[in-house]
């Protein structure tokens, strides 16, 4: 009766927050393929056009840091955590790093290797927001790799904690990471909504390796 009354009490996180990570698919998907439709209806460089809208000063520096949240380096503390706190997740957080990585640049690299960035492929220089001082990438555009990262450890620590606030305020700092690439003319839309459809299709890849080897044990 302790035992039962135990689990529970404390279930696995894994187990125990499938609602709150389904609603974190769920909204990735959406915010991913919206972009992904509207980069159709209305057009790829228009959207960007539209979306890289100079925000003046306050937005060049929000946005200029906010970037660093989908950058590789973050793996580094995140990874740091897990270990430390959920190590019997680890074939879930390597898993994901290696998959979300290989889907970039397969993307990158074989699917549509060399495709031009917004720089490159916008005739009209004037008419893309740039930011003082970040250099601007002319090809590789597809998918966004810093915006699969971010929502790849959004959907892990959601997937791995129990805090409420980390549902809303996680999604809202992938998103700002993804959008930075549309505001530092990295990226398109488009390859934002890649980008994010790539993390859940990692994340949910990854889940289900973790399962197996929890199964076979």
């Known amino acids: 009766m302790v035992s039962s009354h135990h689990k529970k009490c404390h279930p696995e996180p894994v187990e125990g ?29 228009e959207l960007f056009l539209i979306l890289n809208g100079n925000l003046g000063s306050i937005g060049d520096f929000i946005f200029t840091y906010a970037t660093y949240i989908g950058d590789g380096i973050i793996w580094v503390p995140v990874g740091i955590w897990v270990l430390m706190y959920h190590r019997q997740k680890w074939v879930l957080l390597f898993s994901l790093i290696i998959i979300s990585t290989a889907f970039v640049n397969m993307g990158k690299y074989v699917l549509l290797p ?29 998918p966004s790799g810093h915006t699969t990262t ?6 892990l620590l959601l997937l791995l904690t129990d805090s409420s606030v980390l549902l809303v305020v996680g999604l809202l700092l992938a998103a700002m990471a993804g959008y930075s ?7 398109f839309p488009l390859d934002v909504g890649a ?10 890849i990854s889940k289900y390796l973790q399962e197996k080897i929890r199964n076979k044990k």
């Open 17 to 45: 927050l499938k609602n709150k990570f389904s609603i974190g698919i769920f909204l990735t998907l959406i915010l991913g393929i919206a972009l992904i439709l509207l980069s159709i209806v209305v057009g790829k460089n």
């Open 114 to 142: 060399e495709e031009p960035r917004p720089y490159a492929a916008i005739e009209n220089k004037t008419a893309i927001h740039t930011v003082s001082g970040v250099d601007i990438h002319t090809i590789y555009s597809f």
């Open 150 to 155: 971010a929502f790849s450890v959004y959907l």
């Open 181 to 187: 690439r549309i505001y530092l003319a990295q990226h």
């Open 195 to 204: 980008g994010m459809i790539t993390a859940v299709i990692a994340v949910l």
